[in-house]
């Protein structure tokens, strides 16, 4: 039986130093002479490139992993021996590893099994919290209190073990450990859980502990994807008097460790796949067959689609030479009656997103959004456990129920939106994680219905703070239309009756599978970039708007939106796989921007644009209109009354230029939010007076 693995340890030394990769390049070889000068002690090695050279070892590592994971690492120890012997005399080669990754046995973790215990598994899952780093001790050295003679010890297994008594005066007595003789190793522990998009509706994550030792402590992140290669190994329960009980507990001990740091680099691509996207970028429709293939089971709705395409693809992020940073994701909010399909959407978007995650509005804490700090039960140490923003780092969140949110959790979600970053200072840990994230909010008007005659403000109560962090504020009502009526219930009842709708759509929709694989390759290959066209277009929609404001009149924009409109327009340049962003992708940008702010921000007074009626209580024609009363009142009090008639101030306002009508409308207004009251019926004063 020794020959065999003699044989196997040669097979490997082979392989090392003759496998070559596709392009015909050496591709380990040139790895183990790298290794002295990284000062590297590992080398990880891919189990598919292993057996493609010998199937032997796939029979090796099912049989008895443990003996082919040390034949593995023996035969790289005498291939570096000979390479640089130097190099092995000056570590420990017993921390020379041969790290495998991308085992063939791929498991879920939900389907770990007894008959796994033992064997060498692969599983994948999201980084949930990680134990710090500890020293674990391999190798004792012991001496005797008595006789001080030095006696070695190896500890197996994790466990603390003494020699029972010494070898030389053969008495019983405490040794001393001699920390600076005896050898140590890194250890830590993480946990890793189900990624979202593999879990079965219904169900709790599972999750597993992973035990990381050596090179590979500390190279993962919470909220990281890994895959990790181990052996599945198990230690037994204890009951609560201590004795041990016959259930285990298991966890695996890691060999290898790969990290999918990008979220589109687990697509696979194929030839066909790439083929098929570059006819869809020759398509001179391809925004039009993008937009059609978001949810395409719900009508109508063409520029809040165009608009989350728009977010799927992203824009370009972006860090200036000082360090800061600029976002490259977009952030939309839907605003709109009930039945309006809204969730329908953020369903869809989450599943089609690389990295969607699904909250809905009450049952989301602060805590949830971003990370939550945890008492670990074992070690007693505080651990971070990442949340849904964190999570979804690179990828979309998209949260439902937007207004339902208690206030003091919305405001958790500022940061992530502007910064993309997550901080926390809690139970003494300080930390920033990364929340690379678009957010894609749904919300109901505050009366259940929109109601148009009331101002924007009173329609959303969201604070101005979160409202001005979103790039496009979207407005959905449900108009009452006969025909268009009739054709949304066609098409619904259609849909139930699984028959086609009779107009077969003019511009084929792309299915979500390729969609997703589009997307993933338009992400990784193309960074658009502005053009002095597009760059001029998106000045004049800016300094246009700004302009109608002058003379102290409503702010229309702001500075946020011009970067909206640069990463909306990057957005769409990417969407046709263009490096260059063209007047065209500008005036896209600047076509939705417009009719969002016409949406949101039209003062109906003044028939224009101005954002203030967003970001703060009154439109500007209103403030100006209060100004004008409360300067009425003034001049009346100052002639000696101290309560002014009602009719007596309107009249004054009239002659001050106000209309009556909205002279009642603003001192209703005024006396709503208190800066007036009224004594007793028809009597009005100021309340500062």
Known sequence: MMSSYDESQERFEEFLRTYKDEQGALAYW???????????????????????????FLALATENPQKFIDTVNEALVSVLRIEDPDYVNSIDITTIKARITNYSDHVALRAIRSKHIGKLVHVSGIMMRASEVKPLLVQAMFQCRICDEKIPQTQEEGRYTEPARCPLCDKKTPMRLLPHESQFRDWQKVRIQESPDELPPGQMPRSVDIILEGDIVDISRPGDLVKVTGLLQTTPDFSRRGGKLATFNIFIEANGVEISEKEYEQLEISEEDEKQIQELKEDPYVHERIIASIAPSIQGHTSIKESIALLLFGGVGKTLPDGTRLRGKSNILMIGDPGTGKSQILKFVAGLAARGLYTSGKGTTAAGLTAAVVHDTESGAMTLEAGALVLSDQGIACIDEFDKMDPNDRTAIHEAMEQHTVSIAKAGIVATLNARTSILAAANPTLGRYEPQLSVQDNIRLPFTILSRFDLIWIMVDTIEATRDREIAQFILNMHQMKKTKSEPAIPPVSPSFLKKYIGYANRYVIPVLSAEAAEEIENFYVGLRKSAEGGAAVPITARQLESLVRLAEARARMALRPKVTKEDAQAAVRLMEESLRMVALDRVTGKIDIDSIVSKMSASQRSSSDIIIKAIKDLESEGASTVNRDVLVQKAVTMGLVREQAEE????????????????????HSQS
Request: proline content about 2%; cysteine-free.
């Open 666 to 685: 603003v001192i209703e207004k005024l006396l709503a939010e208190g800066i007036l009251y009224s004594p007793r019926e028809g009597k009005i004063r």
């Open 30 to 56: 040139t790895r183990v002479q790298q290794m002295s000068i990284n000062d590297e002690v590992s080398l990880s090695i891919d189990f598919q490139d292993l057996i493609s050279f010998d199937n032997l």
